[in-house]
């Protein structure tokens, strides 16, 4: 069964087929599962390699005579599409940053039949936050240098006896990240290679002693930010793995 199909399925659940009838010449709920579906595949953002995030926020527009005949459905269209846009995310391997929200609105620019689909992530904007798993748990990055060893002075305190009491610090300024071996005594790989010194890409693995350290930038919603000058603004790209400015 194709995935359009899945959808018709689930819609069915919703709309009778002597309902359906009087949406012959109008839209079809069916068409708005699949512009959600096709608004969820267009907007898909690779953060990382298991990570894909897509819009939570979506505005399906209507003309005044579809907008009427889908209000009639009640909750239940709501309720149905809102289910179905979850699958679609979970079987593509998609995450939402906030909660999802579906919202049916009149347009009366629109002629009846036709639809659009306006969409946002997490209000417009997504923060980005460096975190590091160690032995099964996640620690923020909230400083811009992490000192990770066994020391109890250390801001990460591993349990391995192989490493140092401040083996490695992870160096974070809110876009790019890199590792620095604190002169220890058996060393620091990343990704199996030693180093003194070198940037760290998302999903990279740093190795001290027995314990891998694995260093993540995850999204999280976050409040609109100010619309700054645009001689003041700067692209950057997570994935290039490039040094610290």
Not at 26 to 32: F, R, T, W
Not at 82 to 98: E, I, M, N, P, R
Request: charged share 30%; aromatic share 4%.
């Amino acid at each position: 069964m194709g995935l359009l199909d899945s959808f018709e399925k689930g819609l069915e659940r919703a709309v009778n087929s002597a309902f359906a009838k009087t949406f012959r010449s109008g839209i079809q709920p069916v068409e708005i599962a699949s512009a959600l579906r096709s608004e969820l595949d267009k907007k898909a953002v690779v953060v990382t390699r298991d990570r894909i995030l897509v819009p939570n926020s979506f505005t399906v527009r209507l003309s005044p005579a579809d907008d009427e005949r889908m209000r009639t459905l009640g909750t239940t269209l709501g309720e149905e599409l809102d289910t179905l846009v979850h699958k679609h995310a979970k079987s593509q391997g998609y995450s939402f940053a906030g909660p999802v929200s579906i919202a049916l609105e009149r347009d009366d620019q629109l002629s009846t039949g036709t639809l659009r689909v306006d969409s946002a992530t997490a209000e417009g904007r997504v923060a980005w936050r460096g975190v590091v798993d160690v032995e099964g748990k996640r620690h923020p990055l909230l400083k811009s240098r992490t000192v990770i060893g066994r020391g109890s002075d250390a801001d990460i305190t591993i349990s391995d006896a192989g490493t140092s009491r401040k083996h490695v610090e992870i160096l974070w300024d809110g876009e790019r990240a890199m590792v620095r071996d604190l002169q220890s005594t058996n060393g620091t790989l990343l990704n199996g290679r030693k180093v003194t010194e070198a940037a760290l890409a998302p999903d990279s693995t740093v190795t001290i002693g027995r314990t891998d350290i694995v260093f993540r930038v995850v999204a999280q919603a976050a409040p609109p930010k100010p619309q700054l000058p645009a001689d003041a603004t700067r692209a950057y790209d997570l994935r290039d793995g490039g040094p610290l400015r």
